[in-house]
T-cell receptor, first 110, second 116 residues
Framework: QKEVEQNSGPLSVPEGAIASLNCTYSDRGSQSFFWYRQYSGKSPELIMSIYSNGDKEDGRFTAQLNKASQYVSLLIRDSQPSDSATYLCAVLVYGQNFVFGPGTRLSVLP | KAGVTQTPRYLIKTRGQQVTLSCSPISGHRSVSWYQQTPGQGLQFLFEYFSETQRNKGNFPGRFSGRQFSNSRSEMNVSTLELGDSALYLC???????????????FGSGTQLSVL
C-alpha cells in the first residue's frame, strides 16, 4: 500500500524564520511530488511541484527532492503569519492517482 | 478562467438518506477526481473520471458512486448515509488523467456533508 508520511505538527516558528516541512513516501515508483497549502476551512491550493532530484525555488518557497532517500521537503523562508496553514505533501505514480500525506500544521508566531 | 465549482457548499442529511454532490471542472479540464477529507484520515481518494469513464477507484464501499457527463461535469452519490460519512468532499480537476507527466490537480471549495 502506498503511503505518504508527514509530521502532523503543529510546527511553530517565529515570524521571519525558516520553516522546514518534511515528507517521506513508500513507493519507489513515485515520480511527481507536490506541496499543497490548506487554510482552515478552505480547499487545498497547489504551491509547489517537483519532478527531479535537487532543489526547486519559487519565491520564498524551496522544494527539495531526494528519490534515493524517498524524501521530499518544503522550506519557507522569511515565514509570515499568513503562512500559517496545513501543508499537504502529495505523491503521484504515473498512471495512478495522487496519494496525500496527513498534512503538517504550521503556525507562524508574530 | 473560473476555478473548480462544487455545489452545494454545505449539506445536512440524516442516516439512511442519500445525497448527490456536483462538480464542474475548470474549462478545458477533462479529468475529475473526488476525495473525502476528515480530521482523522486526511485526504482519501474516492474515484477519478476521464472522458466519462471511471479510471481509478479508492477503497470505499459501493455506497459511494459517481459519474461524469460529456461536458466533463461530475456527480458523486452516496446512498444509505452513515454517521461516518460526515466529511468534506473535495473535487479536483486536471487537464488529463492524474497519471500523466507533469499533471497537477486543482481543487474546488468542497461540500461539507454532515450526517445526523
Amino acid at each position: 500500500q502506498k503511503e505518504v508520511e508527514q509530521n502532523s505538527g503543529p510546527l511553530s516558528v517565529p515570524e521571519g524564520a525558516i520553516a522546514s516541512l518534511n515528507c517521506t513516501y513508500s513507493d519507489r515508483g513515485s515520480q511527481s511530488f507536490f506541496w499543497y497549502r490548506q487554510y482552515s476551512g478552505k480547499s487545498p491550493e497547489l504551491i509547489m511541484s517537483i519532478y527531479s532530484n535537487g532543489d526547486k525555488e519559487d519565491g520564498r518557497f524551496t522544494a527539495q527532492l531526494n528519490k534515493a532517500s524517498q524524501y521530499v521537503s518544503l522550506l519557507i523562508r522569511d515565514s509570515q503569519p499568513s503562512d500559517s496553514a496545513t501543508y499537504l505533501c502529495a505523491v503521484l505514480v504515473y498512471g495512478q492517482n495522487f496519494v496525500f500525506g496527513p498534512g503538517t500544521r504550521l503556525s507562524v508566531l508574530p | 478562467k473560473a476555478g473548480v465549482t462544487q455545489t452545494p457548499r454545505y449539506l445536512i442529511k440524516t442516516r439512511g438518506q442519500q445525497v448527490t454532490l456536483s462538480c464542474s471542472p475548470i474549462s478545458g479540464h477533462r479529468s475529475v477526481s473526488w476525495y473525502q477529507q476528515t480530521p482523522g484520515q486526511g485526504l482519501q481518494f474516492l474515484f477519478e473520471y476521464f472522458s466519462e469513464t471511471q479510471r481509478n477507484k479508492g477503497n470505499f464501499p459501493g455506497r459511494f458512486s459517481g459519474r461524469q457527463f460529456s461536458n466533463s461535469r461530475s456527480e458523486m452519490n452516496v446512498s444509505t448515509l452513515e454517521l461516518g460519512d460526515s466529511a468534506l468532499y473535495l473535487c479536483a480537476s486536471s487537464v488529463t488523467p492524474p497519471g500523466g507527466t507533469n499533471e497537477k490537480l486543482f481543487f474546488g471549495s468542497g461540500t461539507q456533508l454532515s450526517v445526523l
